[in-house]
């Protein structure tokens, strides 16, 4: 009976620890890429304020539209890959949704 529970607790384990130290690395790097957003944003705004840039939001969208199918498909095949260790993904989880609550990345 042990030999069957233990390689599963083991398996929990490891991506528990793996999850808590995405979540950590996923705040931080969260919080640099929302920065660079945001004085990105401000960069434009103020171009476009004197005059030096104009935004086509037409043709921004129109661009963006094919990514929708290859988003869709990397969902898919993600949500295939965490499926196929089902212990190690579910301590991943558990992980990964500790360490964004109770983490504080600074």
């Given at each position: 009976m042990?030999?069957?529970?233990?390689?599963?607790?083991?398996?929990?384990?490891?991506g528990?620890?793996?999850g808590?130290?995405?979540a950590?690395?996923l705040?931080?790097?969260?919080?640099?890429?929302?920065?660079?957003?945001?004085?990105?944003?401000?960069?434009?705004?103020?171009l476009?304020?004197?005059?030096?840039?104009?935004?086509?939001?037409?043709?921004?969208?129109?661009?963006?539209?094919?990514?929708?199918?290859?988003?869709s498909?990397?969902l898919?095949?993600?949500?295939?890959?965490?499926t196929?260790?089902?212990?190690?993904?579910?301590?991943?989880?558990?992980?990964?949704?500790?360490?964004?609550?109770?983490?504080?990345?600074?």
């Amino acid at each position: 009976m042990l030999n069957y529970i233990i390689p599963i607790m083991v398996s929990a384990a490891i991506g528990l620890l793996l999850g808590w130290l995405s979540a950590v690395a996923l705040k931080s790097a969260a919080r640099a890429l929302g920065c660079l957003v945001v004085l990105l944003f401000l960069a434009i705004q103020v171009l476009s304020y004197y005059g030096l840039i104009q935004w086509d939001w037409a043709a921004f969208f129109q661009n963006i539209r094919p990514l929708q199918g290859l988003a869709s498909d990397a969902l898919e095949s993600g949500l295939h890959a965490l499926t196929y260790n089902l212990p190690l993904s579910v301590g991943f989880l558990i992980g990964l949704l500790g360490g964004i609550r109770g983490s504080s990345a600074k």
